[in-house]
């Protein structure tokens, strides 16, 4: 069975990913995760990387990147 932590909810939701955990599914500053829930679960899991021109068209890729760069520098 996997090492189980307890983590805090912040006031605007946010929890902090142990960095134990971090390091082993590389996730570094910036990685998207999708979040779900499954029979009561909070799920957690690194999201699939979008590529212009395959799930959406490069025009959109680039939209949705800058527009995430964009939040990353109001959320710090």
């Known amino acids: 069975m996997a090492k189980s932590s307890q983590v805090r909810v912040k006031r605007k939701g946010q929890v902090t ?12 500053e910036g990685a ?3 979040v779900k829930e499954e029979d009561g679960v909070i799920v957690l ?27 990353r520098k109001d959320w710090r």
Do not use: W
Request: hydrophobic share 40%; glycine share 12%.
């Open 17 to 28: 990913i142990p960095l134990e955990l971090r390091s082993k599914l590389g996730l570094g």
């Open 32 to 34: 998207l995760l999708e």
């Open 45 to 71: 899991k690194p999201a699939p990387r979008l590529e212009g021109g395959r799930v959406v068209g490069e025009k959109m890729h680039k939209q949705v990147i800058h527009e995430l760069d964009e939040f």
